[in-house]
């Protein structure tokens, strides 16, 4: 019997994104959520790194109170009179004088038209019509994890009518390129187009008035659907806007849409096809700008986020604290909507070595179930029990037992629902028994940048890379006292920050609408350094070692200017634009432009054992 092939391990080399605690790369998204436990030294270079996001901020206290979780403001939309549009009937004739270009094709039999000339008529609708007559209301939600105070993708580059997501994909993606520290052109001489992939969605897509949002709402505001808005509204256009505008490859392309569990769901493809040889390099990602009042309103409806009235009588105060807003297994009343991109580079170990990649750890894999049968398509299932269990087994066959129970710990996904604070600690503390785990420290970082819906698990992912680089494990901030109901006999809850010493693995947990469960098992870059060592041998580590320290160099020199203010997203839009007359196409290989190797048109070994020999 042969020998299974030895799996790639995928690494991760970069990270990049934007969320309400600023900028992801070089962690200083996640020193944020850590402040008060920074050394001086950090916390200084934090708040610079924040102040080139927030021009105007009144000194630190502007710069901290315009971050994470807070009151909505008023840069999207005034959560103080939200536009709408009340039922009406007319109880007496209306004349009206309008466009002609937006009278409705037919008219109306009931409505009597005059022309006006300079293109206007005036209209007579009769007693009795149904009218729709605008008017707002105040948003019974205020709390939201924001973008900090002041920042603006779309002013960055030419956004061209963009919907948010996408001003955030391309800033977080380009955030991404300046931690990898190795300029494109190496990766493009180095690989063939099918050694690359790009996996990024949004699970809401693009809603806001510059995609699906226009097009659903333009009709009713009397307002005309635009040529861009439908295009640009797709849920995978992230990976779309990377491929053309950031990287300008030609590789594989995609993305998953899992609800909460999108930005695993779509790590998991990149690990999947490292894992197997398919790619060498893949980008994963995600883009959520949720905050618009018609979604809002409908999670508002499904009793699923916290209402300011419910805040203040959890408070008993007169005021709701809108900061506090997200209370992970504590006594909550619901989730706090959020924004976030979210991008990493993962590569094949060999790649990572060959090209002096910095190591920030490795997903060596990640498990996704559903619930199987279901009593409603929102309540939690036992999905999360198989996801979190293959998690902590895989923890055990590469980590060891000793390491699993006592340098291992989770990022809950910790929403701050009564329901989640139950069903999840249920899950994580029946998986602490099972493998002999007394006190498993569990994290939720909901409570700093709310709950991102499908980029989610990339917050989580950019704060466990930033718990190993710091040692650091951030504290569950609202949590004033641990609810009844919550299951937590072998679970570490804590409310301050903590040094719980060298970790090895952290377990990534997400529990998606519809029963889209996802853990993903991430190593410690030292772990993950032993594991090259056992495959690659000192000698190639070493050599390795070498040459991090050029890549090291040039993301330190790119942070200092991206801190400053002096770099701006990477958009190539129009620039080395390639058609098919440009390729060199033979039966054996295509090649393209700006690629030292071609993409190969070779038998796939996979099928050899079909075919019969002649």
């Known amino acids: 019997m042969s020998a299974l092939p030895v799996s790639a391990l995928p690494v991760i080399t970069a990270i990049g994104g934007i969320s309400p605690a600023g900028r992801t790369a070089c962690h200083h998204g996640f020193h944020?959520?850590?402040?008060?436990?920074?050394?001086?030294?950090?916390?200084?270079?934090t708040l610079h790194a924040l102040s080139s996001l927030m021009p105007g901020a009144p000194g630190a206290d502007g710069l901290l109170q315009g971050t994470l979780i807070r009151r909505l403001e008023n840069n999207l939309f005034d959560a103080d009179n939200v536009g709408i549009h009340v039922n009406a009937r007319a109880s007496a004739p209306l004349v009206l004088e309008m466009r002609d270009m937006d009278l409705p094709s037919p008219v109306p039999a009931s409505w009597h038209v005059t022309p006006l000339g300079d293109k206007r008529s005036r209209v007579a609708i009769p007693a009795g019509a149904e009218l729709l007559l605008p008017a707002t209301r105040r948003s019974r939600v205020q709390s939201a994890g924001q973008l900090p105070s002041g920042f603006d993708p779309a002013a960055l580059y030419p956004s061209r009518h963009h919907p948010r997501a996408l001003q955030m994909a391309v800033f977080g993606a380009s955030d991404m390129l300046g931690m990898l520290g190795i300029d494109w052109s190496v990766i493009q001489r180095r690989l063939a187009p099918q050694e690359i992939a790009v996996y990024a969605s949004s699970a809401m897509s693009q809603l806001d008035d510059n995609g699906f949002g226009g097009v659903l709402r333009s009709p009713a505001l009397g307002r005309r659907i635009t040529s861009k808005q439908l295009p640009l509204g797709f849920g995978g256009m992230s990976a779309d806007f990377i491929n053309a505008y950031i990287l300008g490859t030609a590789g594989g392309t995609g993305g998953m849409l899992g609800a909460c569990a999108t930005f695993l769901y779509n790590l998991q493809l990149g690990v999947n096809d490292i894992r197997s040889g398919r790619r060498r390099l893949v980008v994963v990602g995600t883009s959520e700008a949720p905050l618009v009042p018609e979604v809002i309103e409908g999670y508002r409806a499904m009793g699923a986020l916290g209402e300011d009235e419910t805040l203040r009588q959890l408070d008993n105060s007169d005021t709701a604290d809108h900061r506090r807003a997200c209370?992970?297994?504590g006594f909550n009343a619901g989730f706090t909507i959020a924004e976030s991109a979210q991008f990493a580079v993962l590569m094949d170990d060999a790649l990572a070595l060959e090209l002096g990649a910095d190591i920030?750890?490795?997903?060596?894999?990640?498990?996704?179930?559903?619930?199987?049968?279901?009593?409603s398509i929102s309540a939690p299932g036992v999905g999360n029990y198989l996801t979190m269990g293959r998690a902590a087994?895989?923890?055990?066959q590469l980590l060891g037992e000793k390491s699993l129970r006592e340098r291992t710990f989770v990022h809950a996904h910790g929403t701050g629902t009564p329901q989640n604070r139950t069903t999840e600690s249920e899950v994580l503390d029946r998986i602490a028994e099972a493998f002999g785990i007394s006190h498993w420290p569990v994290t939720a970082i909901k409570c700093y940048v709310g709950h991102s819906l499908g980029s989610a698990g990339g917050d989580q992912l950019a704060a466990a890379l930033g718990t190993f680089a710091t040692g650091i494990l951030p504290g569950i901030a609202t949590l004033d006292q641990i609810a009844p109901d919550v299951h937590a006999d072998r679970l570490t809850l804590s409310q301050a920050h903590t040094r719980p010493g060298k970790q090895d693995a952290a377990l990534i947990n997400a529990k998606g609408f519809g029963g889209n469960n996802a853990t993903a098992l991430v190593l410690s870059p030292e772990r993950t350094c032993a594991l090259l060592r056992a495959r690659h041998g000192e000698n190639a580590l070493c050599t390795w070692q070498g040459r991090v320290k050029g890549t090291r160099a040039h993301i330190a020199a790119w942070d200092a200017h991206a801190s400053a203010g002096q770099t701006k997203p990477v958009y190539h839009f129009g620039e080395g634009v390639i058609d098919g007359q440009d390729l060199e196409v033979s039966d054996s290989h295509v090649r393209l432009p700006g690629w030292a190797h071609p993409l190969p048109l070779e038998d796939d070994k996979g099928f050899a054992e079909y075919l019969q020999n002649d």
Request: proline letters at 8%.
């Open 32 to 45: 944020r959520l850590v402040m008060d436990a920074l050394d001086s030294t950090t916390r200084e270079r």
């Open 393 to 396: 087994a895989l923890a055990r």
């Open 327 to 329: 209370r992970p297994f």
């Open 360 to 375: 920030l750890g490795a997903v060596p894999d990640v498990f996704v179930h559903a619930d199987g049968p279901k009593k």
